[in-house]
């Protein structure tokens, strides 16, 4: 008999404290994208110069890098705006 591991969602503090650790100069605000009442989606807009030249998929591709398990585990939904400053 089998049994399911449900693990914590991550909350937006510790999604952001995770990018903002892996990602060049880089600000993170991420915010409950459906209100308090949802804690499955998250929005999350990032601004790196990591970013400078690269397509919107590589952007979007760093961001998931740096969330890394996480990606498949404690975050369900995550809408994603990325920039550089200059954008």
Do not use: N, W
Request: glycine letters at 4%.
């Amino acid at each position: 008999m089998g049994f399911a591991v449900t693990l914590p969602d991550m909350t937006p503090e510790e999604v952001e404290a995770r990018i903002e650790a892996k990602l060049e100069d880089c600000e993170a605000t991420v915010e409950k994208a459906r209100g308090e009442h949802d804690d499955d989606h998250l929005r999350a807009t990032v601004v790196s110069p990591a970013f400078e030249g690269r397509s919107l998929v590589d952007q979007h591709q760093l961001v998931y890098d740096a969330l890394g398990d996480a990606m498949t585990t404690e975050i369900h939904a995550l809408e994603l705006t990325t920039r550089t400053r200059d954008s």
